[in-house]
């Protein structure tokens, strides 16, 4: 019915080495053509993925960028320590912006409610980074999206151009020719920068596996309290807890992304290893963030609505 | 149906891929595509078509698809053309706004498929889609025949030094799958092609509406019989050669960023200084043609000073050759003064010959603002970003006739030729000799915008 897992992975290696050189050749440019670049991690699979693409593009020397992780503080405990382990593993300096000061702050209204159904911080997240954007005098910001996520995002340029408000406008994108990257900035631009754009989420689960990349334990099956909603599985922890009607079961479960808890469902599998949740993906039947992404289904334009107000 | 798609791999593809001095056939499965035509021809229908039958469609995608073919259309049959339906600010206004990417594996080869817009105001978005594109798919209505825009996607993507161009004559279904309307397309687009110096093209029918020979065969009349010479786009997009399109042959090697720890100024902690770092000095880049051997003698250009290639390094271990597009550190065995901009090149390598302080150049214009004789821009090539004047403007291409006129300016979407004088000399090669060091973009410096895409004559 699909792509044949086995032709998937004998395909992959040289691909995927066009894919890395092509990575490594956006991350070197960002870092001579910009002033104070930064790298978004956020201890999920794509940002795994860009940092060990880092280190391809800068070692032995150091990052020539801090590591910023924009934090909603609803975050499943293994990816934290993943994140603050990883950093330090690899000596480099990790920046950790907290959408609660944003909040504390009364920059902007928390929009999770314990009482509320679907609510989240993951608005907030926009503003958050903004902030850190300003405080840190950040010029561009490597992130670890994808063309094949979704269809605003297949329109997205590699360098993406971003107003003082950290806005997208999809009419006006500078033309991208060739490898060659027009990094200069307007007065309060900033630049985001996706190297790997032109990866699908099958390349990114076999780049994991050909680099024998470590990854957060809930990538792979465990067993854990969820509750069913809207046809997702969300973890039960402090900040989602079961409503009326609702039962909570103890599934075994993976995470195809990692996100904020509150909005990010988990898949029924037992894969267990890195080629088992491979095989599985390069079976699965339904986009990455049809699957788990509550942000992504409130409307056919969600995604773009969101990047038109500064989210990644 | 009468055939399944093929989903098997070739055993002799990647071999075949592989180049005759043994070189890794980096890209041997993956297909940079870019398509053009316009939304008549049938275009988002037929990528639609492609990514439906190759079953790269999810259950949640097809479901959005369905929806709203049902609210556009009423209950029936699916519209796949909506499976590319992009932004909801191109929806309202009917239109498509920009290159999009789309993604698909089939056996052994993956694809990058390029989408651009097909009308007249967008060679702009062609020109960017066809700039990487390893190969083009110029759709042709069957019943409209050869037309202007077929004339000039085709030379748009030769202007491009796209070697590979395959016509897909849409809508067979039309006209009856009659063969002398294919014959005549076939013999007018080979015509064309071969006289723009296209060195591989192949004219496939196909009906991307009822799914005939796209991915699945279908069935089809019996002068387009069913053995190797008669492919189904896709297995003509899955089987053809294009690993040896790239530049083996003169090497060039634009140094992107120097790896120091060890230097003063670099912000290492502790660890990045560690004495076994302090001597080193790695030139990080990608190549850009020929082929690069620990050993060989070298030139870096401009200084001219000569080395020897002591390491290609990457962070998986020292290679033993590397090729474009390949991201590597090279080490050098002299302590050699080299910073970004500098080229290396092979030891016997004419510098004078490939160091141009003036050049000509076909340029795509991309701004509002239009381009007059004596305007100065930023130009960035390969590694390099310089000062340039435009001297000239020596033509405009009337996109209608395709024949050269005398012109003053160029304006947005209007293809021409350049006179432009530089700052600072750069080490490059003519466009068609390779892709990479004969391309360039033009930066306005007051908007930061790229004003424009050139290829060097």
Not at chain 1, 76 to 98: M, S, T
Not at chain 1, 120 to 128: A, M, P, W, Y
Not at chain 1, 233 to 261: C, I, K, M, N, W
Request: hydrophobic share 40%; charged share 30%.
């Amino acid at each position: 019915m699909t792509i044949d897992p086995a032709d998937a992975r004998s395909a992959g290696l040289s691909k995927l080495r066009a894919l890395e050189s092509e990575a490594i050749h956006v991350m070197r440019e960002v870092a001579s053509e910009l002033e104070r670049p930064a790298l978004l991690f956020s201890g999920g699979k794509d940002s795994i993925v860009l940092l060990r693409l880092a280190e391809k593009a800068f070692r032995p020397g150091r990052f020539p960028f801090p590591l910023v992780h924009v934090d909603t503080g609803h975050n499943f405990d293994e990816v934290v320590e993943y994140r603050d382990r990883r950093a330090a593993e690899l000596g480099e300096r990790l920046i950790v912006a907290k959408v609660q000061d944003t909040i504390d702050q009364g920059r902007v209204q928390d929009g999770y409610d314990p009482s509320k159904q679907g609510s989240s911080r993951n608005q907030q997240q926009t503003q958050t980074l903004l902030d850190a954007i300003e405080e840190h005098e950040f010029d561009a910001c490597f992130g670890g999206a994808r063309r094949d996520e979704e269809r605003a995002r297949a329109k997205e340029r590699i360098f993406s151009f971003r107003d003082d408000f950290g806005g997208w406008d999809p009419k006006n994108q500078r033309p991208e020719l060739w490898n060659l990257y027009n990094g200069r900035l307007r007065k309060g631009e900033n630049v985001r920068v996706f190297p790997i754009s032109n990866w699908t989420e099958l390349d990114v689960w076999q780049y994991i596996e050909e680099e024998r990349l470590e990854l957060p334990s809930i990538y792979f099956a465990h067993e854990r309290e969820v509750v069913r909603r809207n046809g997702m599985l969300y973890a039960v922890s402090p900040f989602l807890q079961p409503q009326d009607g609702e039962t909570v079961e103890t599934l075994s479960v993976r995470y195809r992304t990692v996100g904020d808890l509150t909005i990010t469902g988990a898949v029924e599998s037992t894969a267990s290893t890195l080629q088992d949740v491979v095989t599985e993906i390069a079976a699965t039947r339904i986009t990455e963030r049809g699957e788990t992404r509550a942000d992504d289904r409130v409307s056919e334009a969600a995604m773009e609505d969101r990047k038109a107000q500064g989210y990644f | 149906m009468s055939a399944a798609p093929d989903h098997a791999p070739s055993a002799s593809l990647l071999a075949e891929a592989g180049d005759p001095a043994g070189m890794p056939a980096l890209r041997a499965d993956l297909l940079r595509v870019a398509t053009a035509g316009s939304v008549d021809d049938g275009k988002s229908t037929l990528i639609g078509r492609l990514l439906y039958d190759s079953k790269q469609v999810l259950a949640d995608q097809l479901e959005q698809v369905e929806q709203a073919s049902v609210r556009r259309h009423g209950a029936g049959a699916v519209d796949l053309s909506l499976l590319t339906d992009g932004l909801r600010a191109e929806r309202e206004q009917g239109i498509t706004i920009d290159v999009a990417y789309r993604y698909f594996t089939t056996g052994d080869r993956s694809f990058i498929l390029a989408d651009t817009p097909g009308h007249v105001q967008y060679t702009r978005n062609m020109v960017t889609g066809a700039s990487t594109a390893d190969l083009v798919i110029v759709l042709v209505d069957a019943r409209q025949g050869v037309i202007e825009q077929t004339r000039r996607h085709t030379f748009i993507a030769s202007l491009l030094g796209v070697r590979h161009v395959t016509f897909a004559v849409n809508k067979m279904d039309l006209v009856d799958w009659d063969e002398d309307v294919f014959r005549a397309i076939e013999t007018e687009t080979t015509r064309i092609s071969t006289q723009l110096g296209i060195p591989d093209i192949h004219v496939i029918p196909i009906s991307a509406l009822q799914g005939q020979n796209v991915v699945d065969r279908g069935e089809l009349p019996a002068w387009y019989p069913e053995d190797d010479d008669h492919p189904t786009l896709l297995r003509h997009l899955q089987t053809v050669e294009v690993s040896t399109d790239r530049n083996l042959t003169d090497l060039r090697f634009p140094v992107q960023w120097v790896i120091r720890p060890g230097a003063a100024g670099d912000t290492s902690g502790g660890r990045w200084d560690a004495d076994d770092l302090h001597d080193y000095r790695g030139y990080a880049g990608q190549v850009a043609g020929g082929v690069l051997r620990p050993g060989d003698e070298v030139q870096v250009l401009p200084s001219g000073v000569r080395s020897r290639v002591r390491r290609i390094e990457t962070l998986d271990g020292d290679l033993d050759v590397a090729t474009a597009p390949q991201s590597v550190t090279v080490h050098l065995e002299d302590d050699v003064d080299v910073s970004r901009g500098d080229v290396i090149v092979g030891a016997d390598e004419d510098a004078e010959a490939i160091t141009f302080r003036e050049l000509e150049a076909d340029v795509c214009w991309m701004s509002d603002r239009a381009l007059r004789p004596g305007a100065r821009y930023l130009l960035k090539h390969t590694t390099t970003t310089t000062v340039a004047k435009v001297d000239a403007v020596l033509d405009r291409l009337d996109l209608h006739t395709l024949e050269r006129e005398d012109a003053d300016g160029l304006e947005l979407n209007d293809i021409g030729r350049v006179r432009i004088r530089l700052k600072r000399p750069l080490v490059a090669d003519p466009y068609l000799r390779d892709r990479a060091t004969g391309a360039f973009i033009l930066i306005d410096e007051g908007t930061n915008d790229t004003v424009a895409g050139g290829m060097i004559r």
